[in-house]
C-alpha cells in the first residue's frame, strides 16, 4: 500500500501563486511517477501535470502549460506543483497520483490517490 497526502491548497486571488506538495509513504516501488489531476464541481476529473522518475519527463495539460511546474524530491518522497499566475477556472480539488514506472495522463492508469486538496481562485 501507498499513501499520499497532499498539502498546500487554499484560497488566493486571480493572478496568484500557491504551491502543493504531495508526499508518498508506505511500499513505494523504487521507481515510480507521479502526477497531478483536479476535478471542479459538476466536472469530470482533468489530468494537470506529470513526472517521471527522474523528473526528466513531464507532461502538462495545455492549460496550465506555461503557468505550472510539477517537481519532485525523492530523498523526501514528495512531489511538488507551483502554481503561478492562477485564474478562476483552476478551481478545483487536486489531487496527487501514484503509479509505477513511466509517467501518463490517463488517471485510470494510477493506482494510487491523495485525499485532495482544495484550491480556490477568486476573480
Known amino acids: 500500500q501507498v499513501q499520499l497526502v497532499e498539502s498546500g491548497g487554499g484560497l488566493v486571488q486571480a493572478g496568484g501563486s500557491l504551491r502543493l506538495s504531495c508526499a508518498a509513504s508506505?511500499?513505494?516501488?523504487?521507481?515510480?511517477?507521479m502526477g497531478w489531476f483536479r476535478q471542479a464541481p459538476g466536472k469530470e476529473r482533468e489530468f494537470v501535470a506529470a513526472?517521471?522518475?527522474?523528473?526528466?519527463?513531464?507532461y502538462y495539460a495545455d492549460s496550465v502549460k506555461g503557468r505550472f511546474t510539477i517537481s519532485r524530491d525523492n530523498a523526501k518522497n514528495t512531489v511538488y506543483l507551483q502554481m503561478n499566475s492562477l485564474k478562476p477556472e483552476d478551481t478545483a480539488v487536486y489531487y496527487c497520483a501514484y503509479k509505477v514506472a513511466g509517467p501518463t495522463t490517463g488517471w485510470k492508469f494510477y493506482d494510487y490517490w491523495g485525499q485532495g486538496t482544495q484550491v480556490t481562485v477568486s476573480s
Open positions: 513526472i517521471s522518475w527522474s523528473g526528466g519527463i513531464t
Open positions: 508506505g511500499r513505494t516501488f523504487s521507481s515510480y511517477a
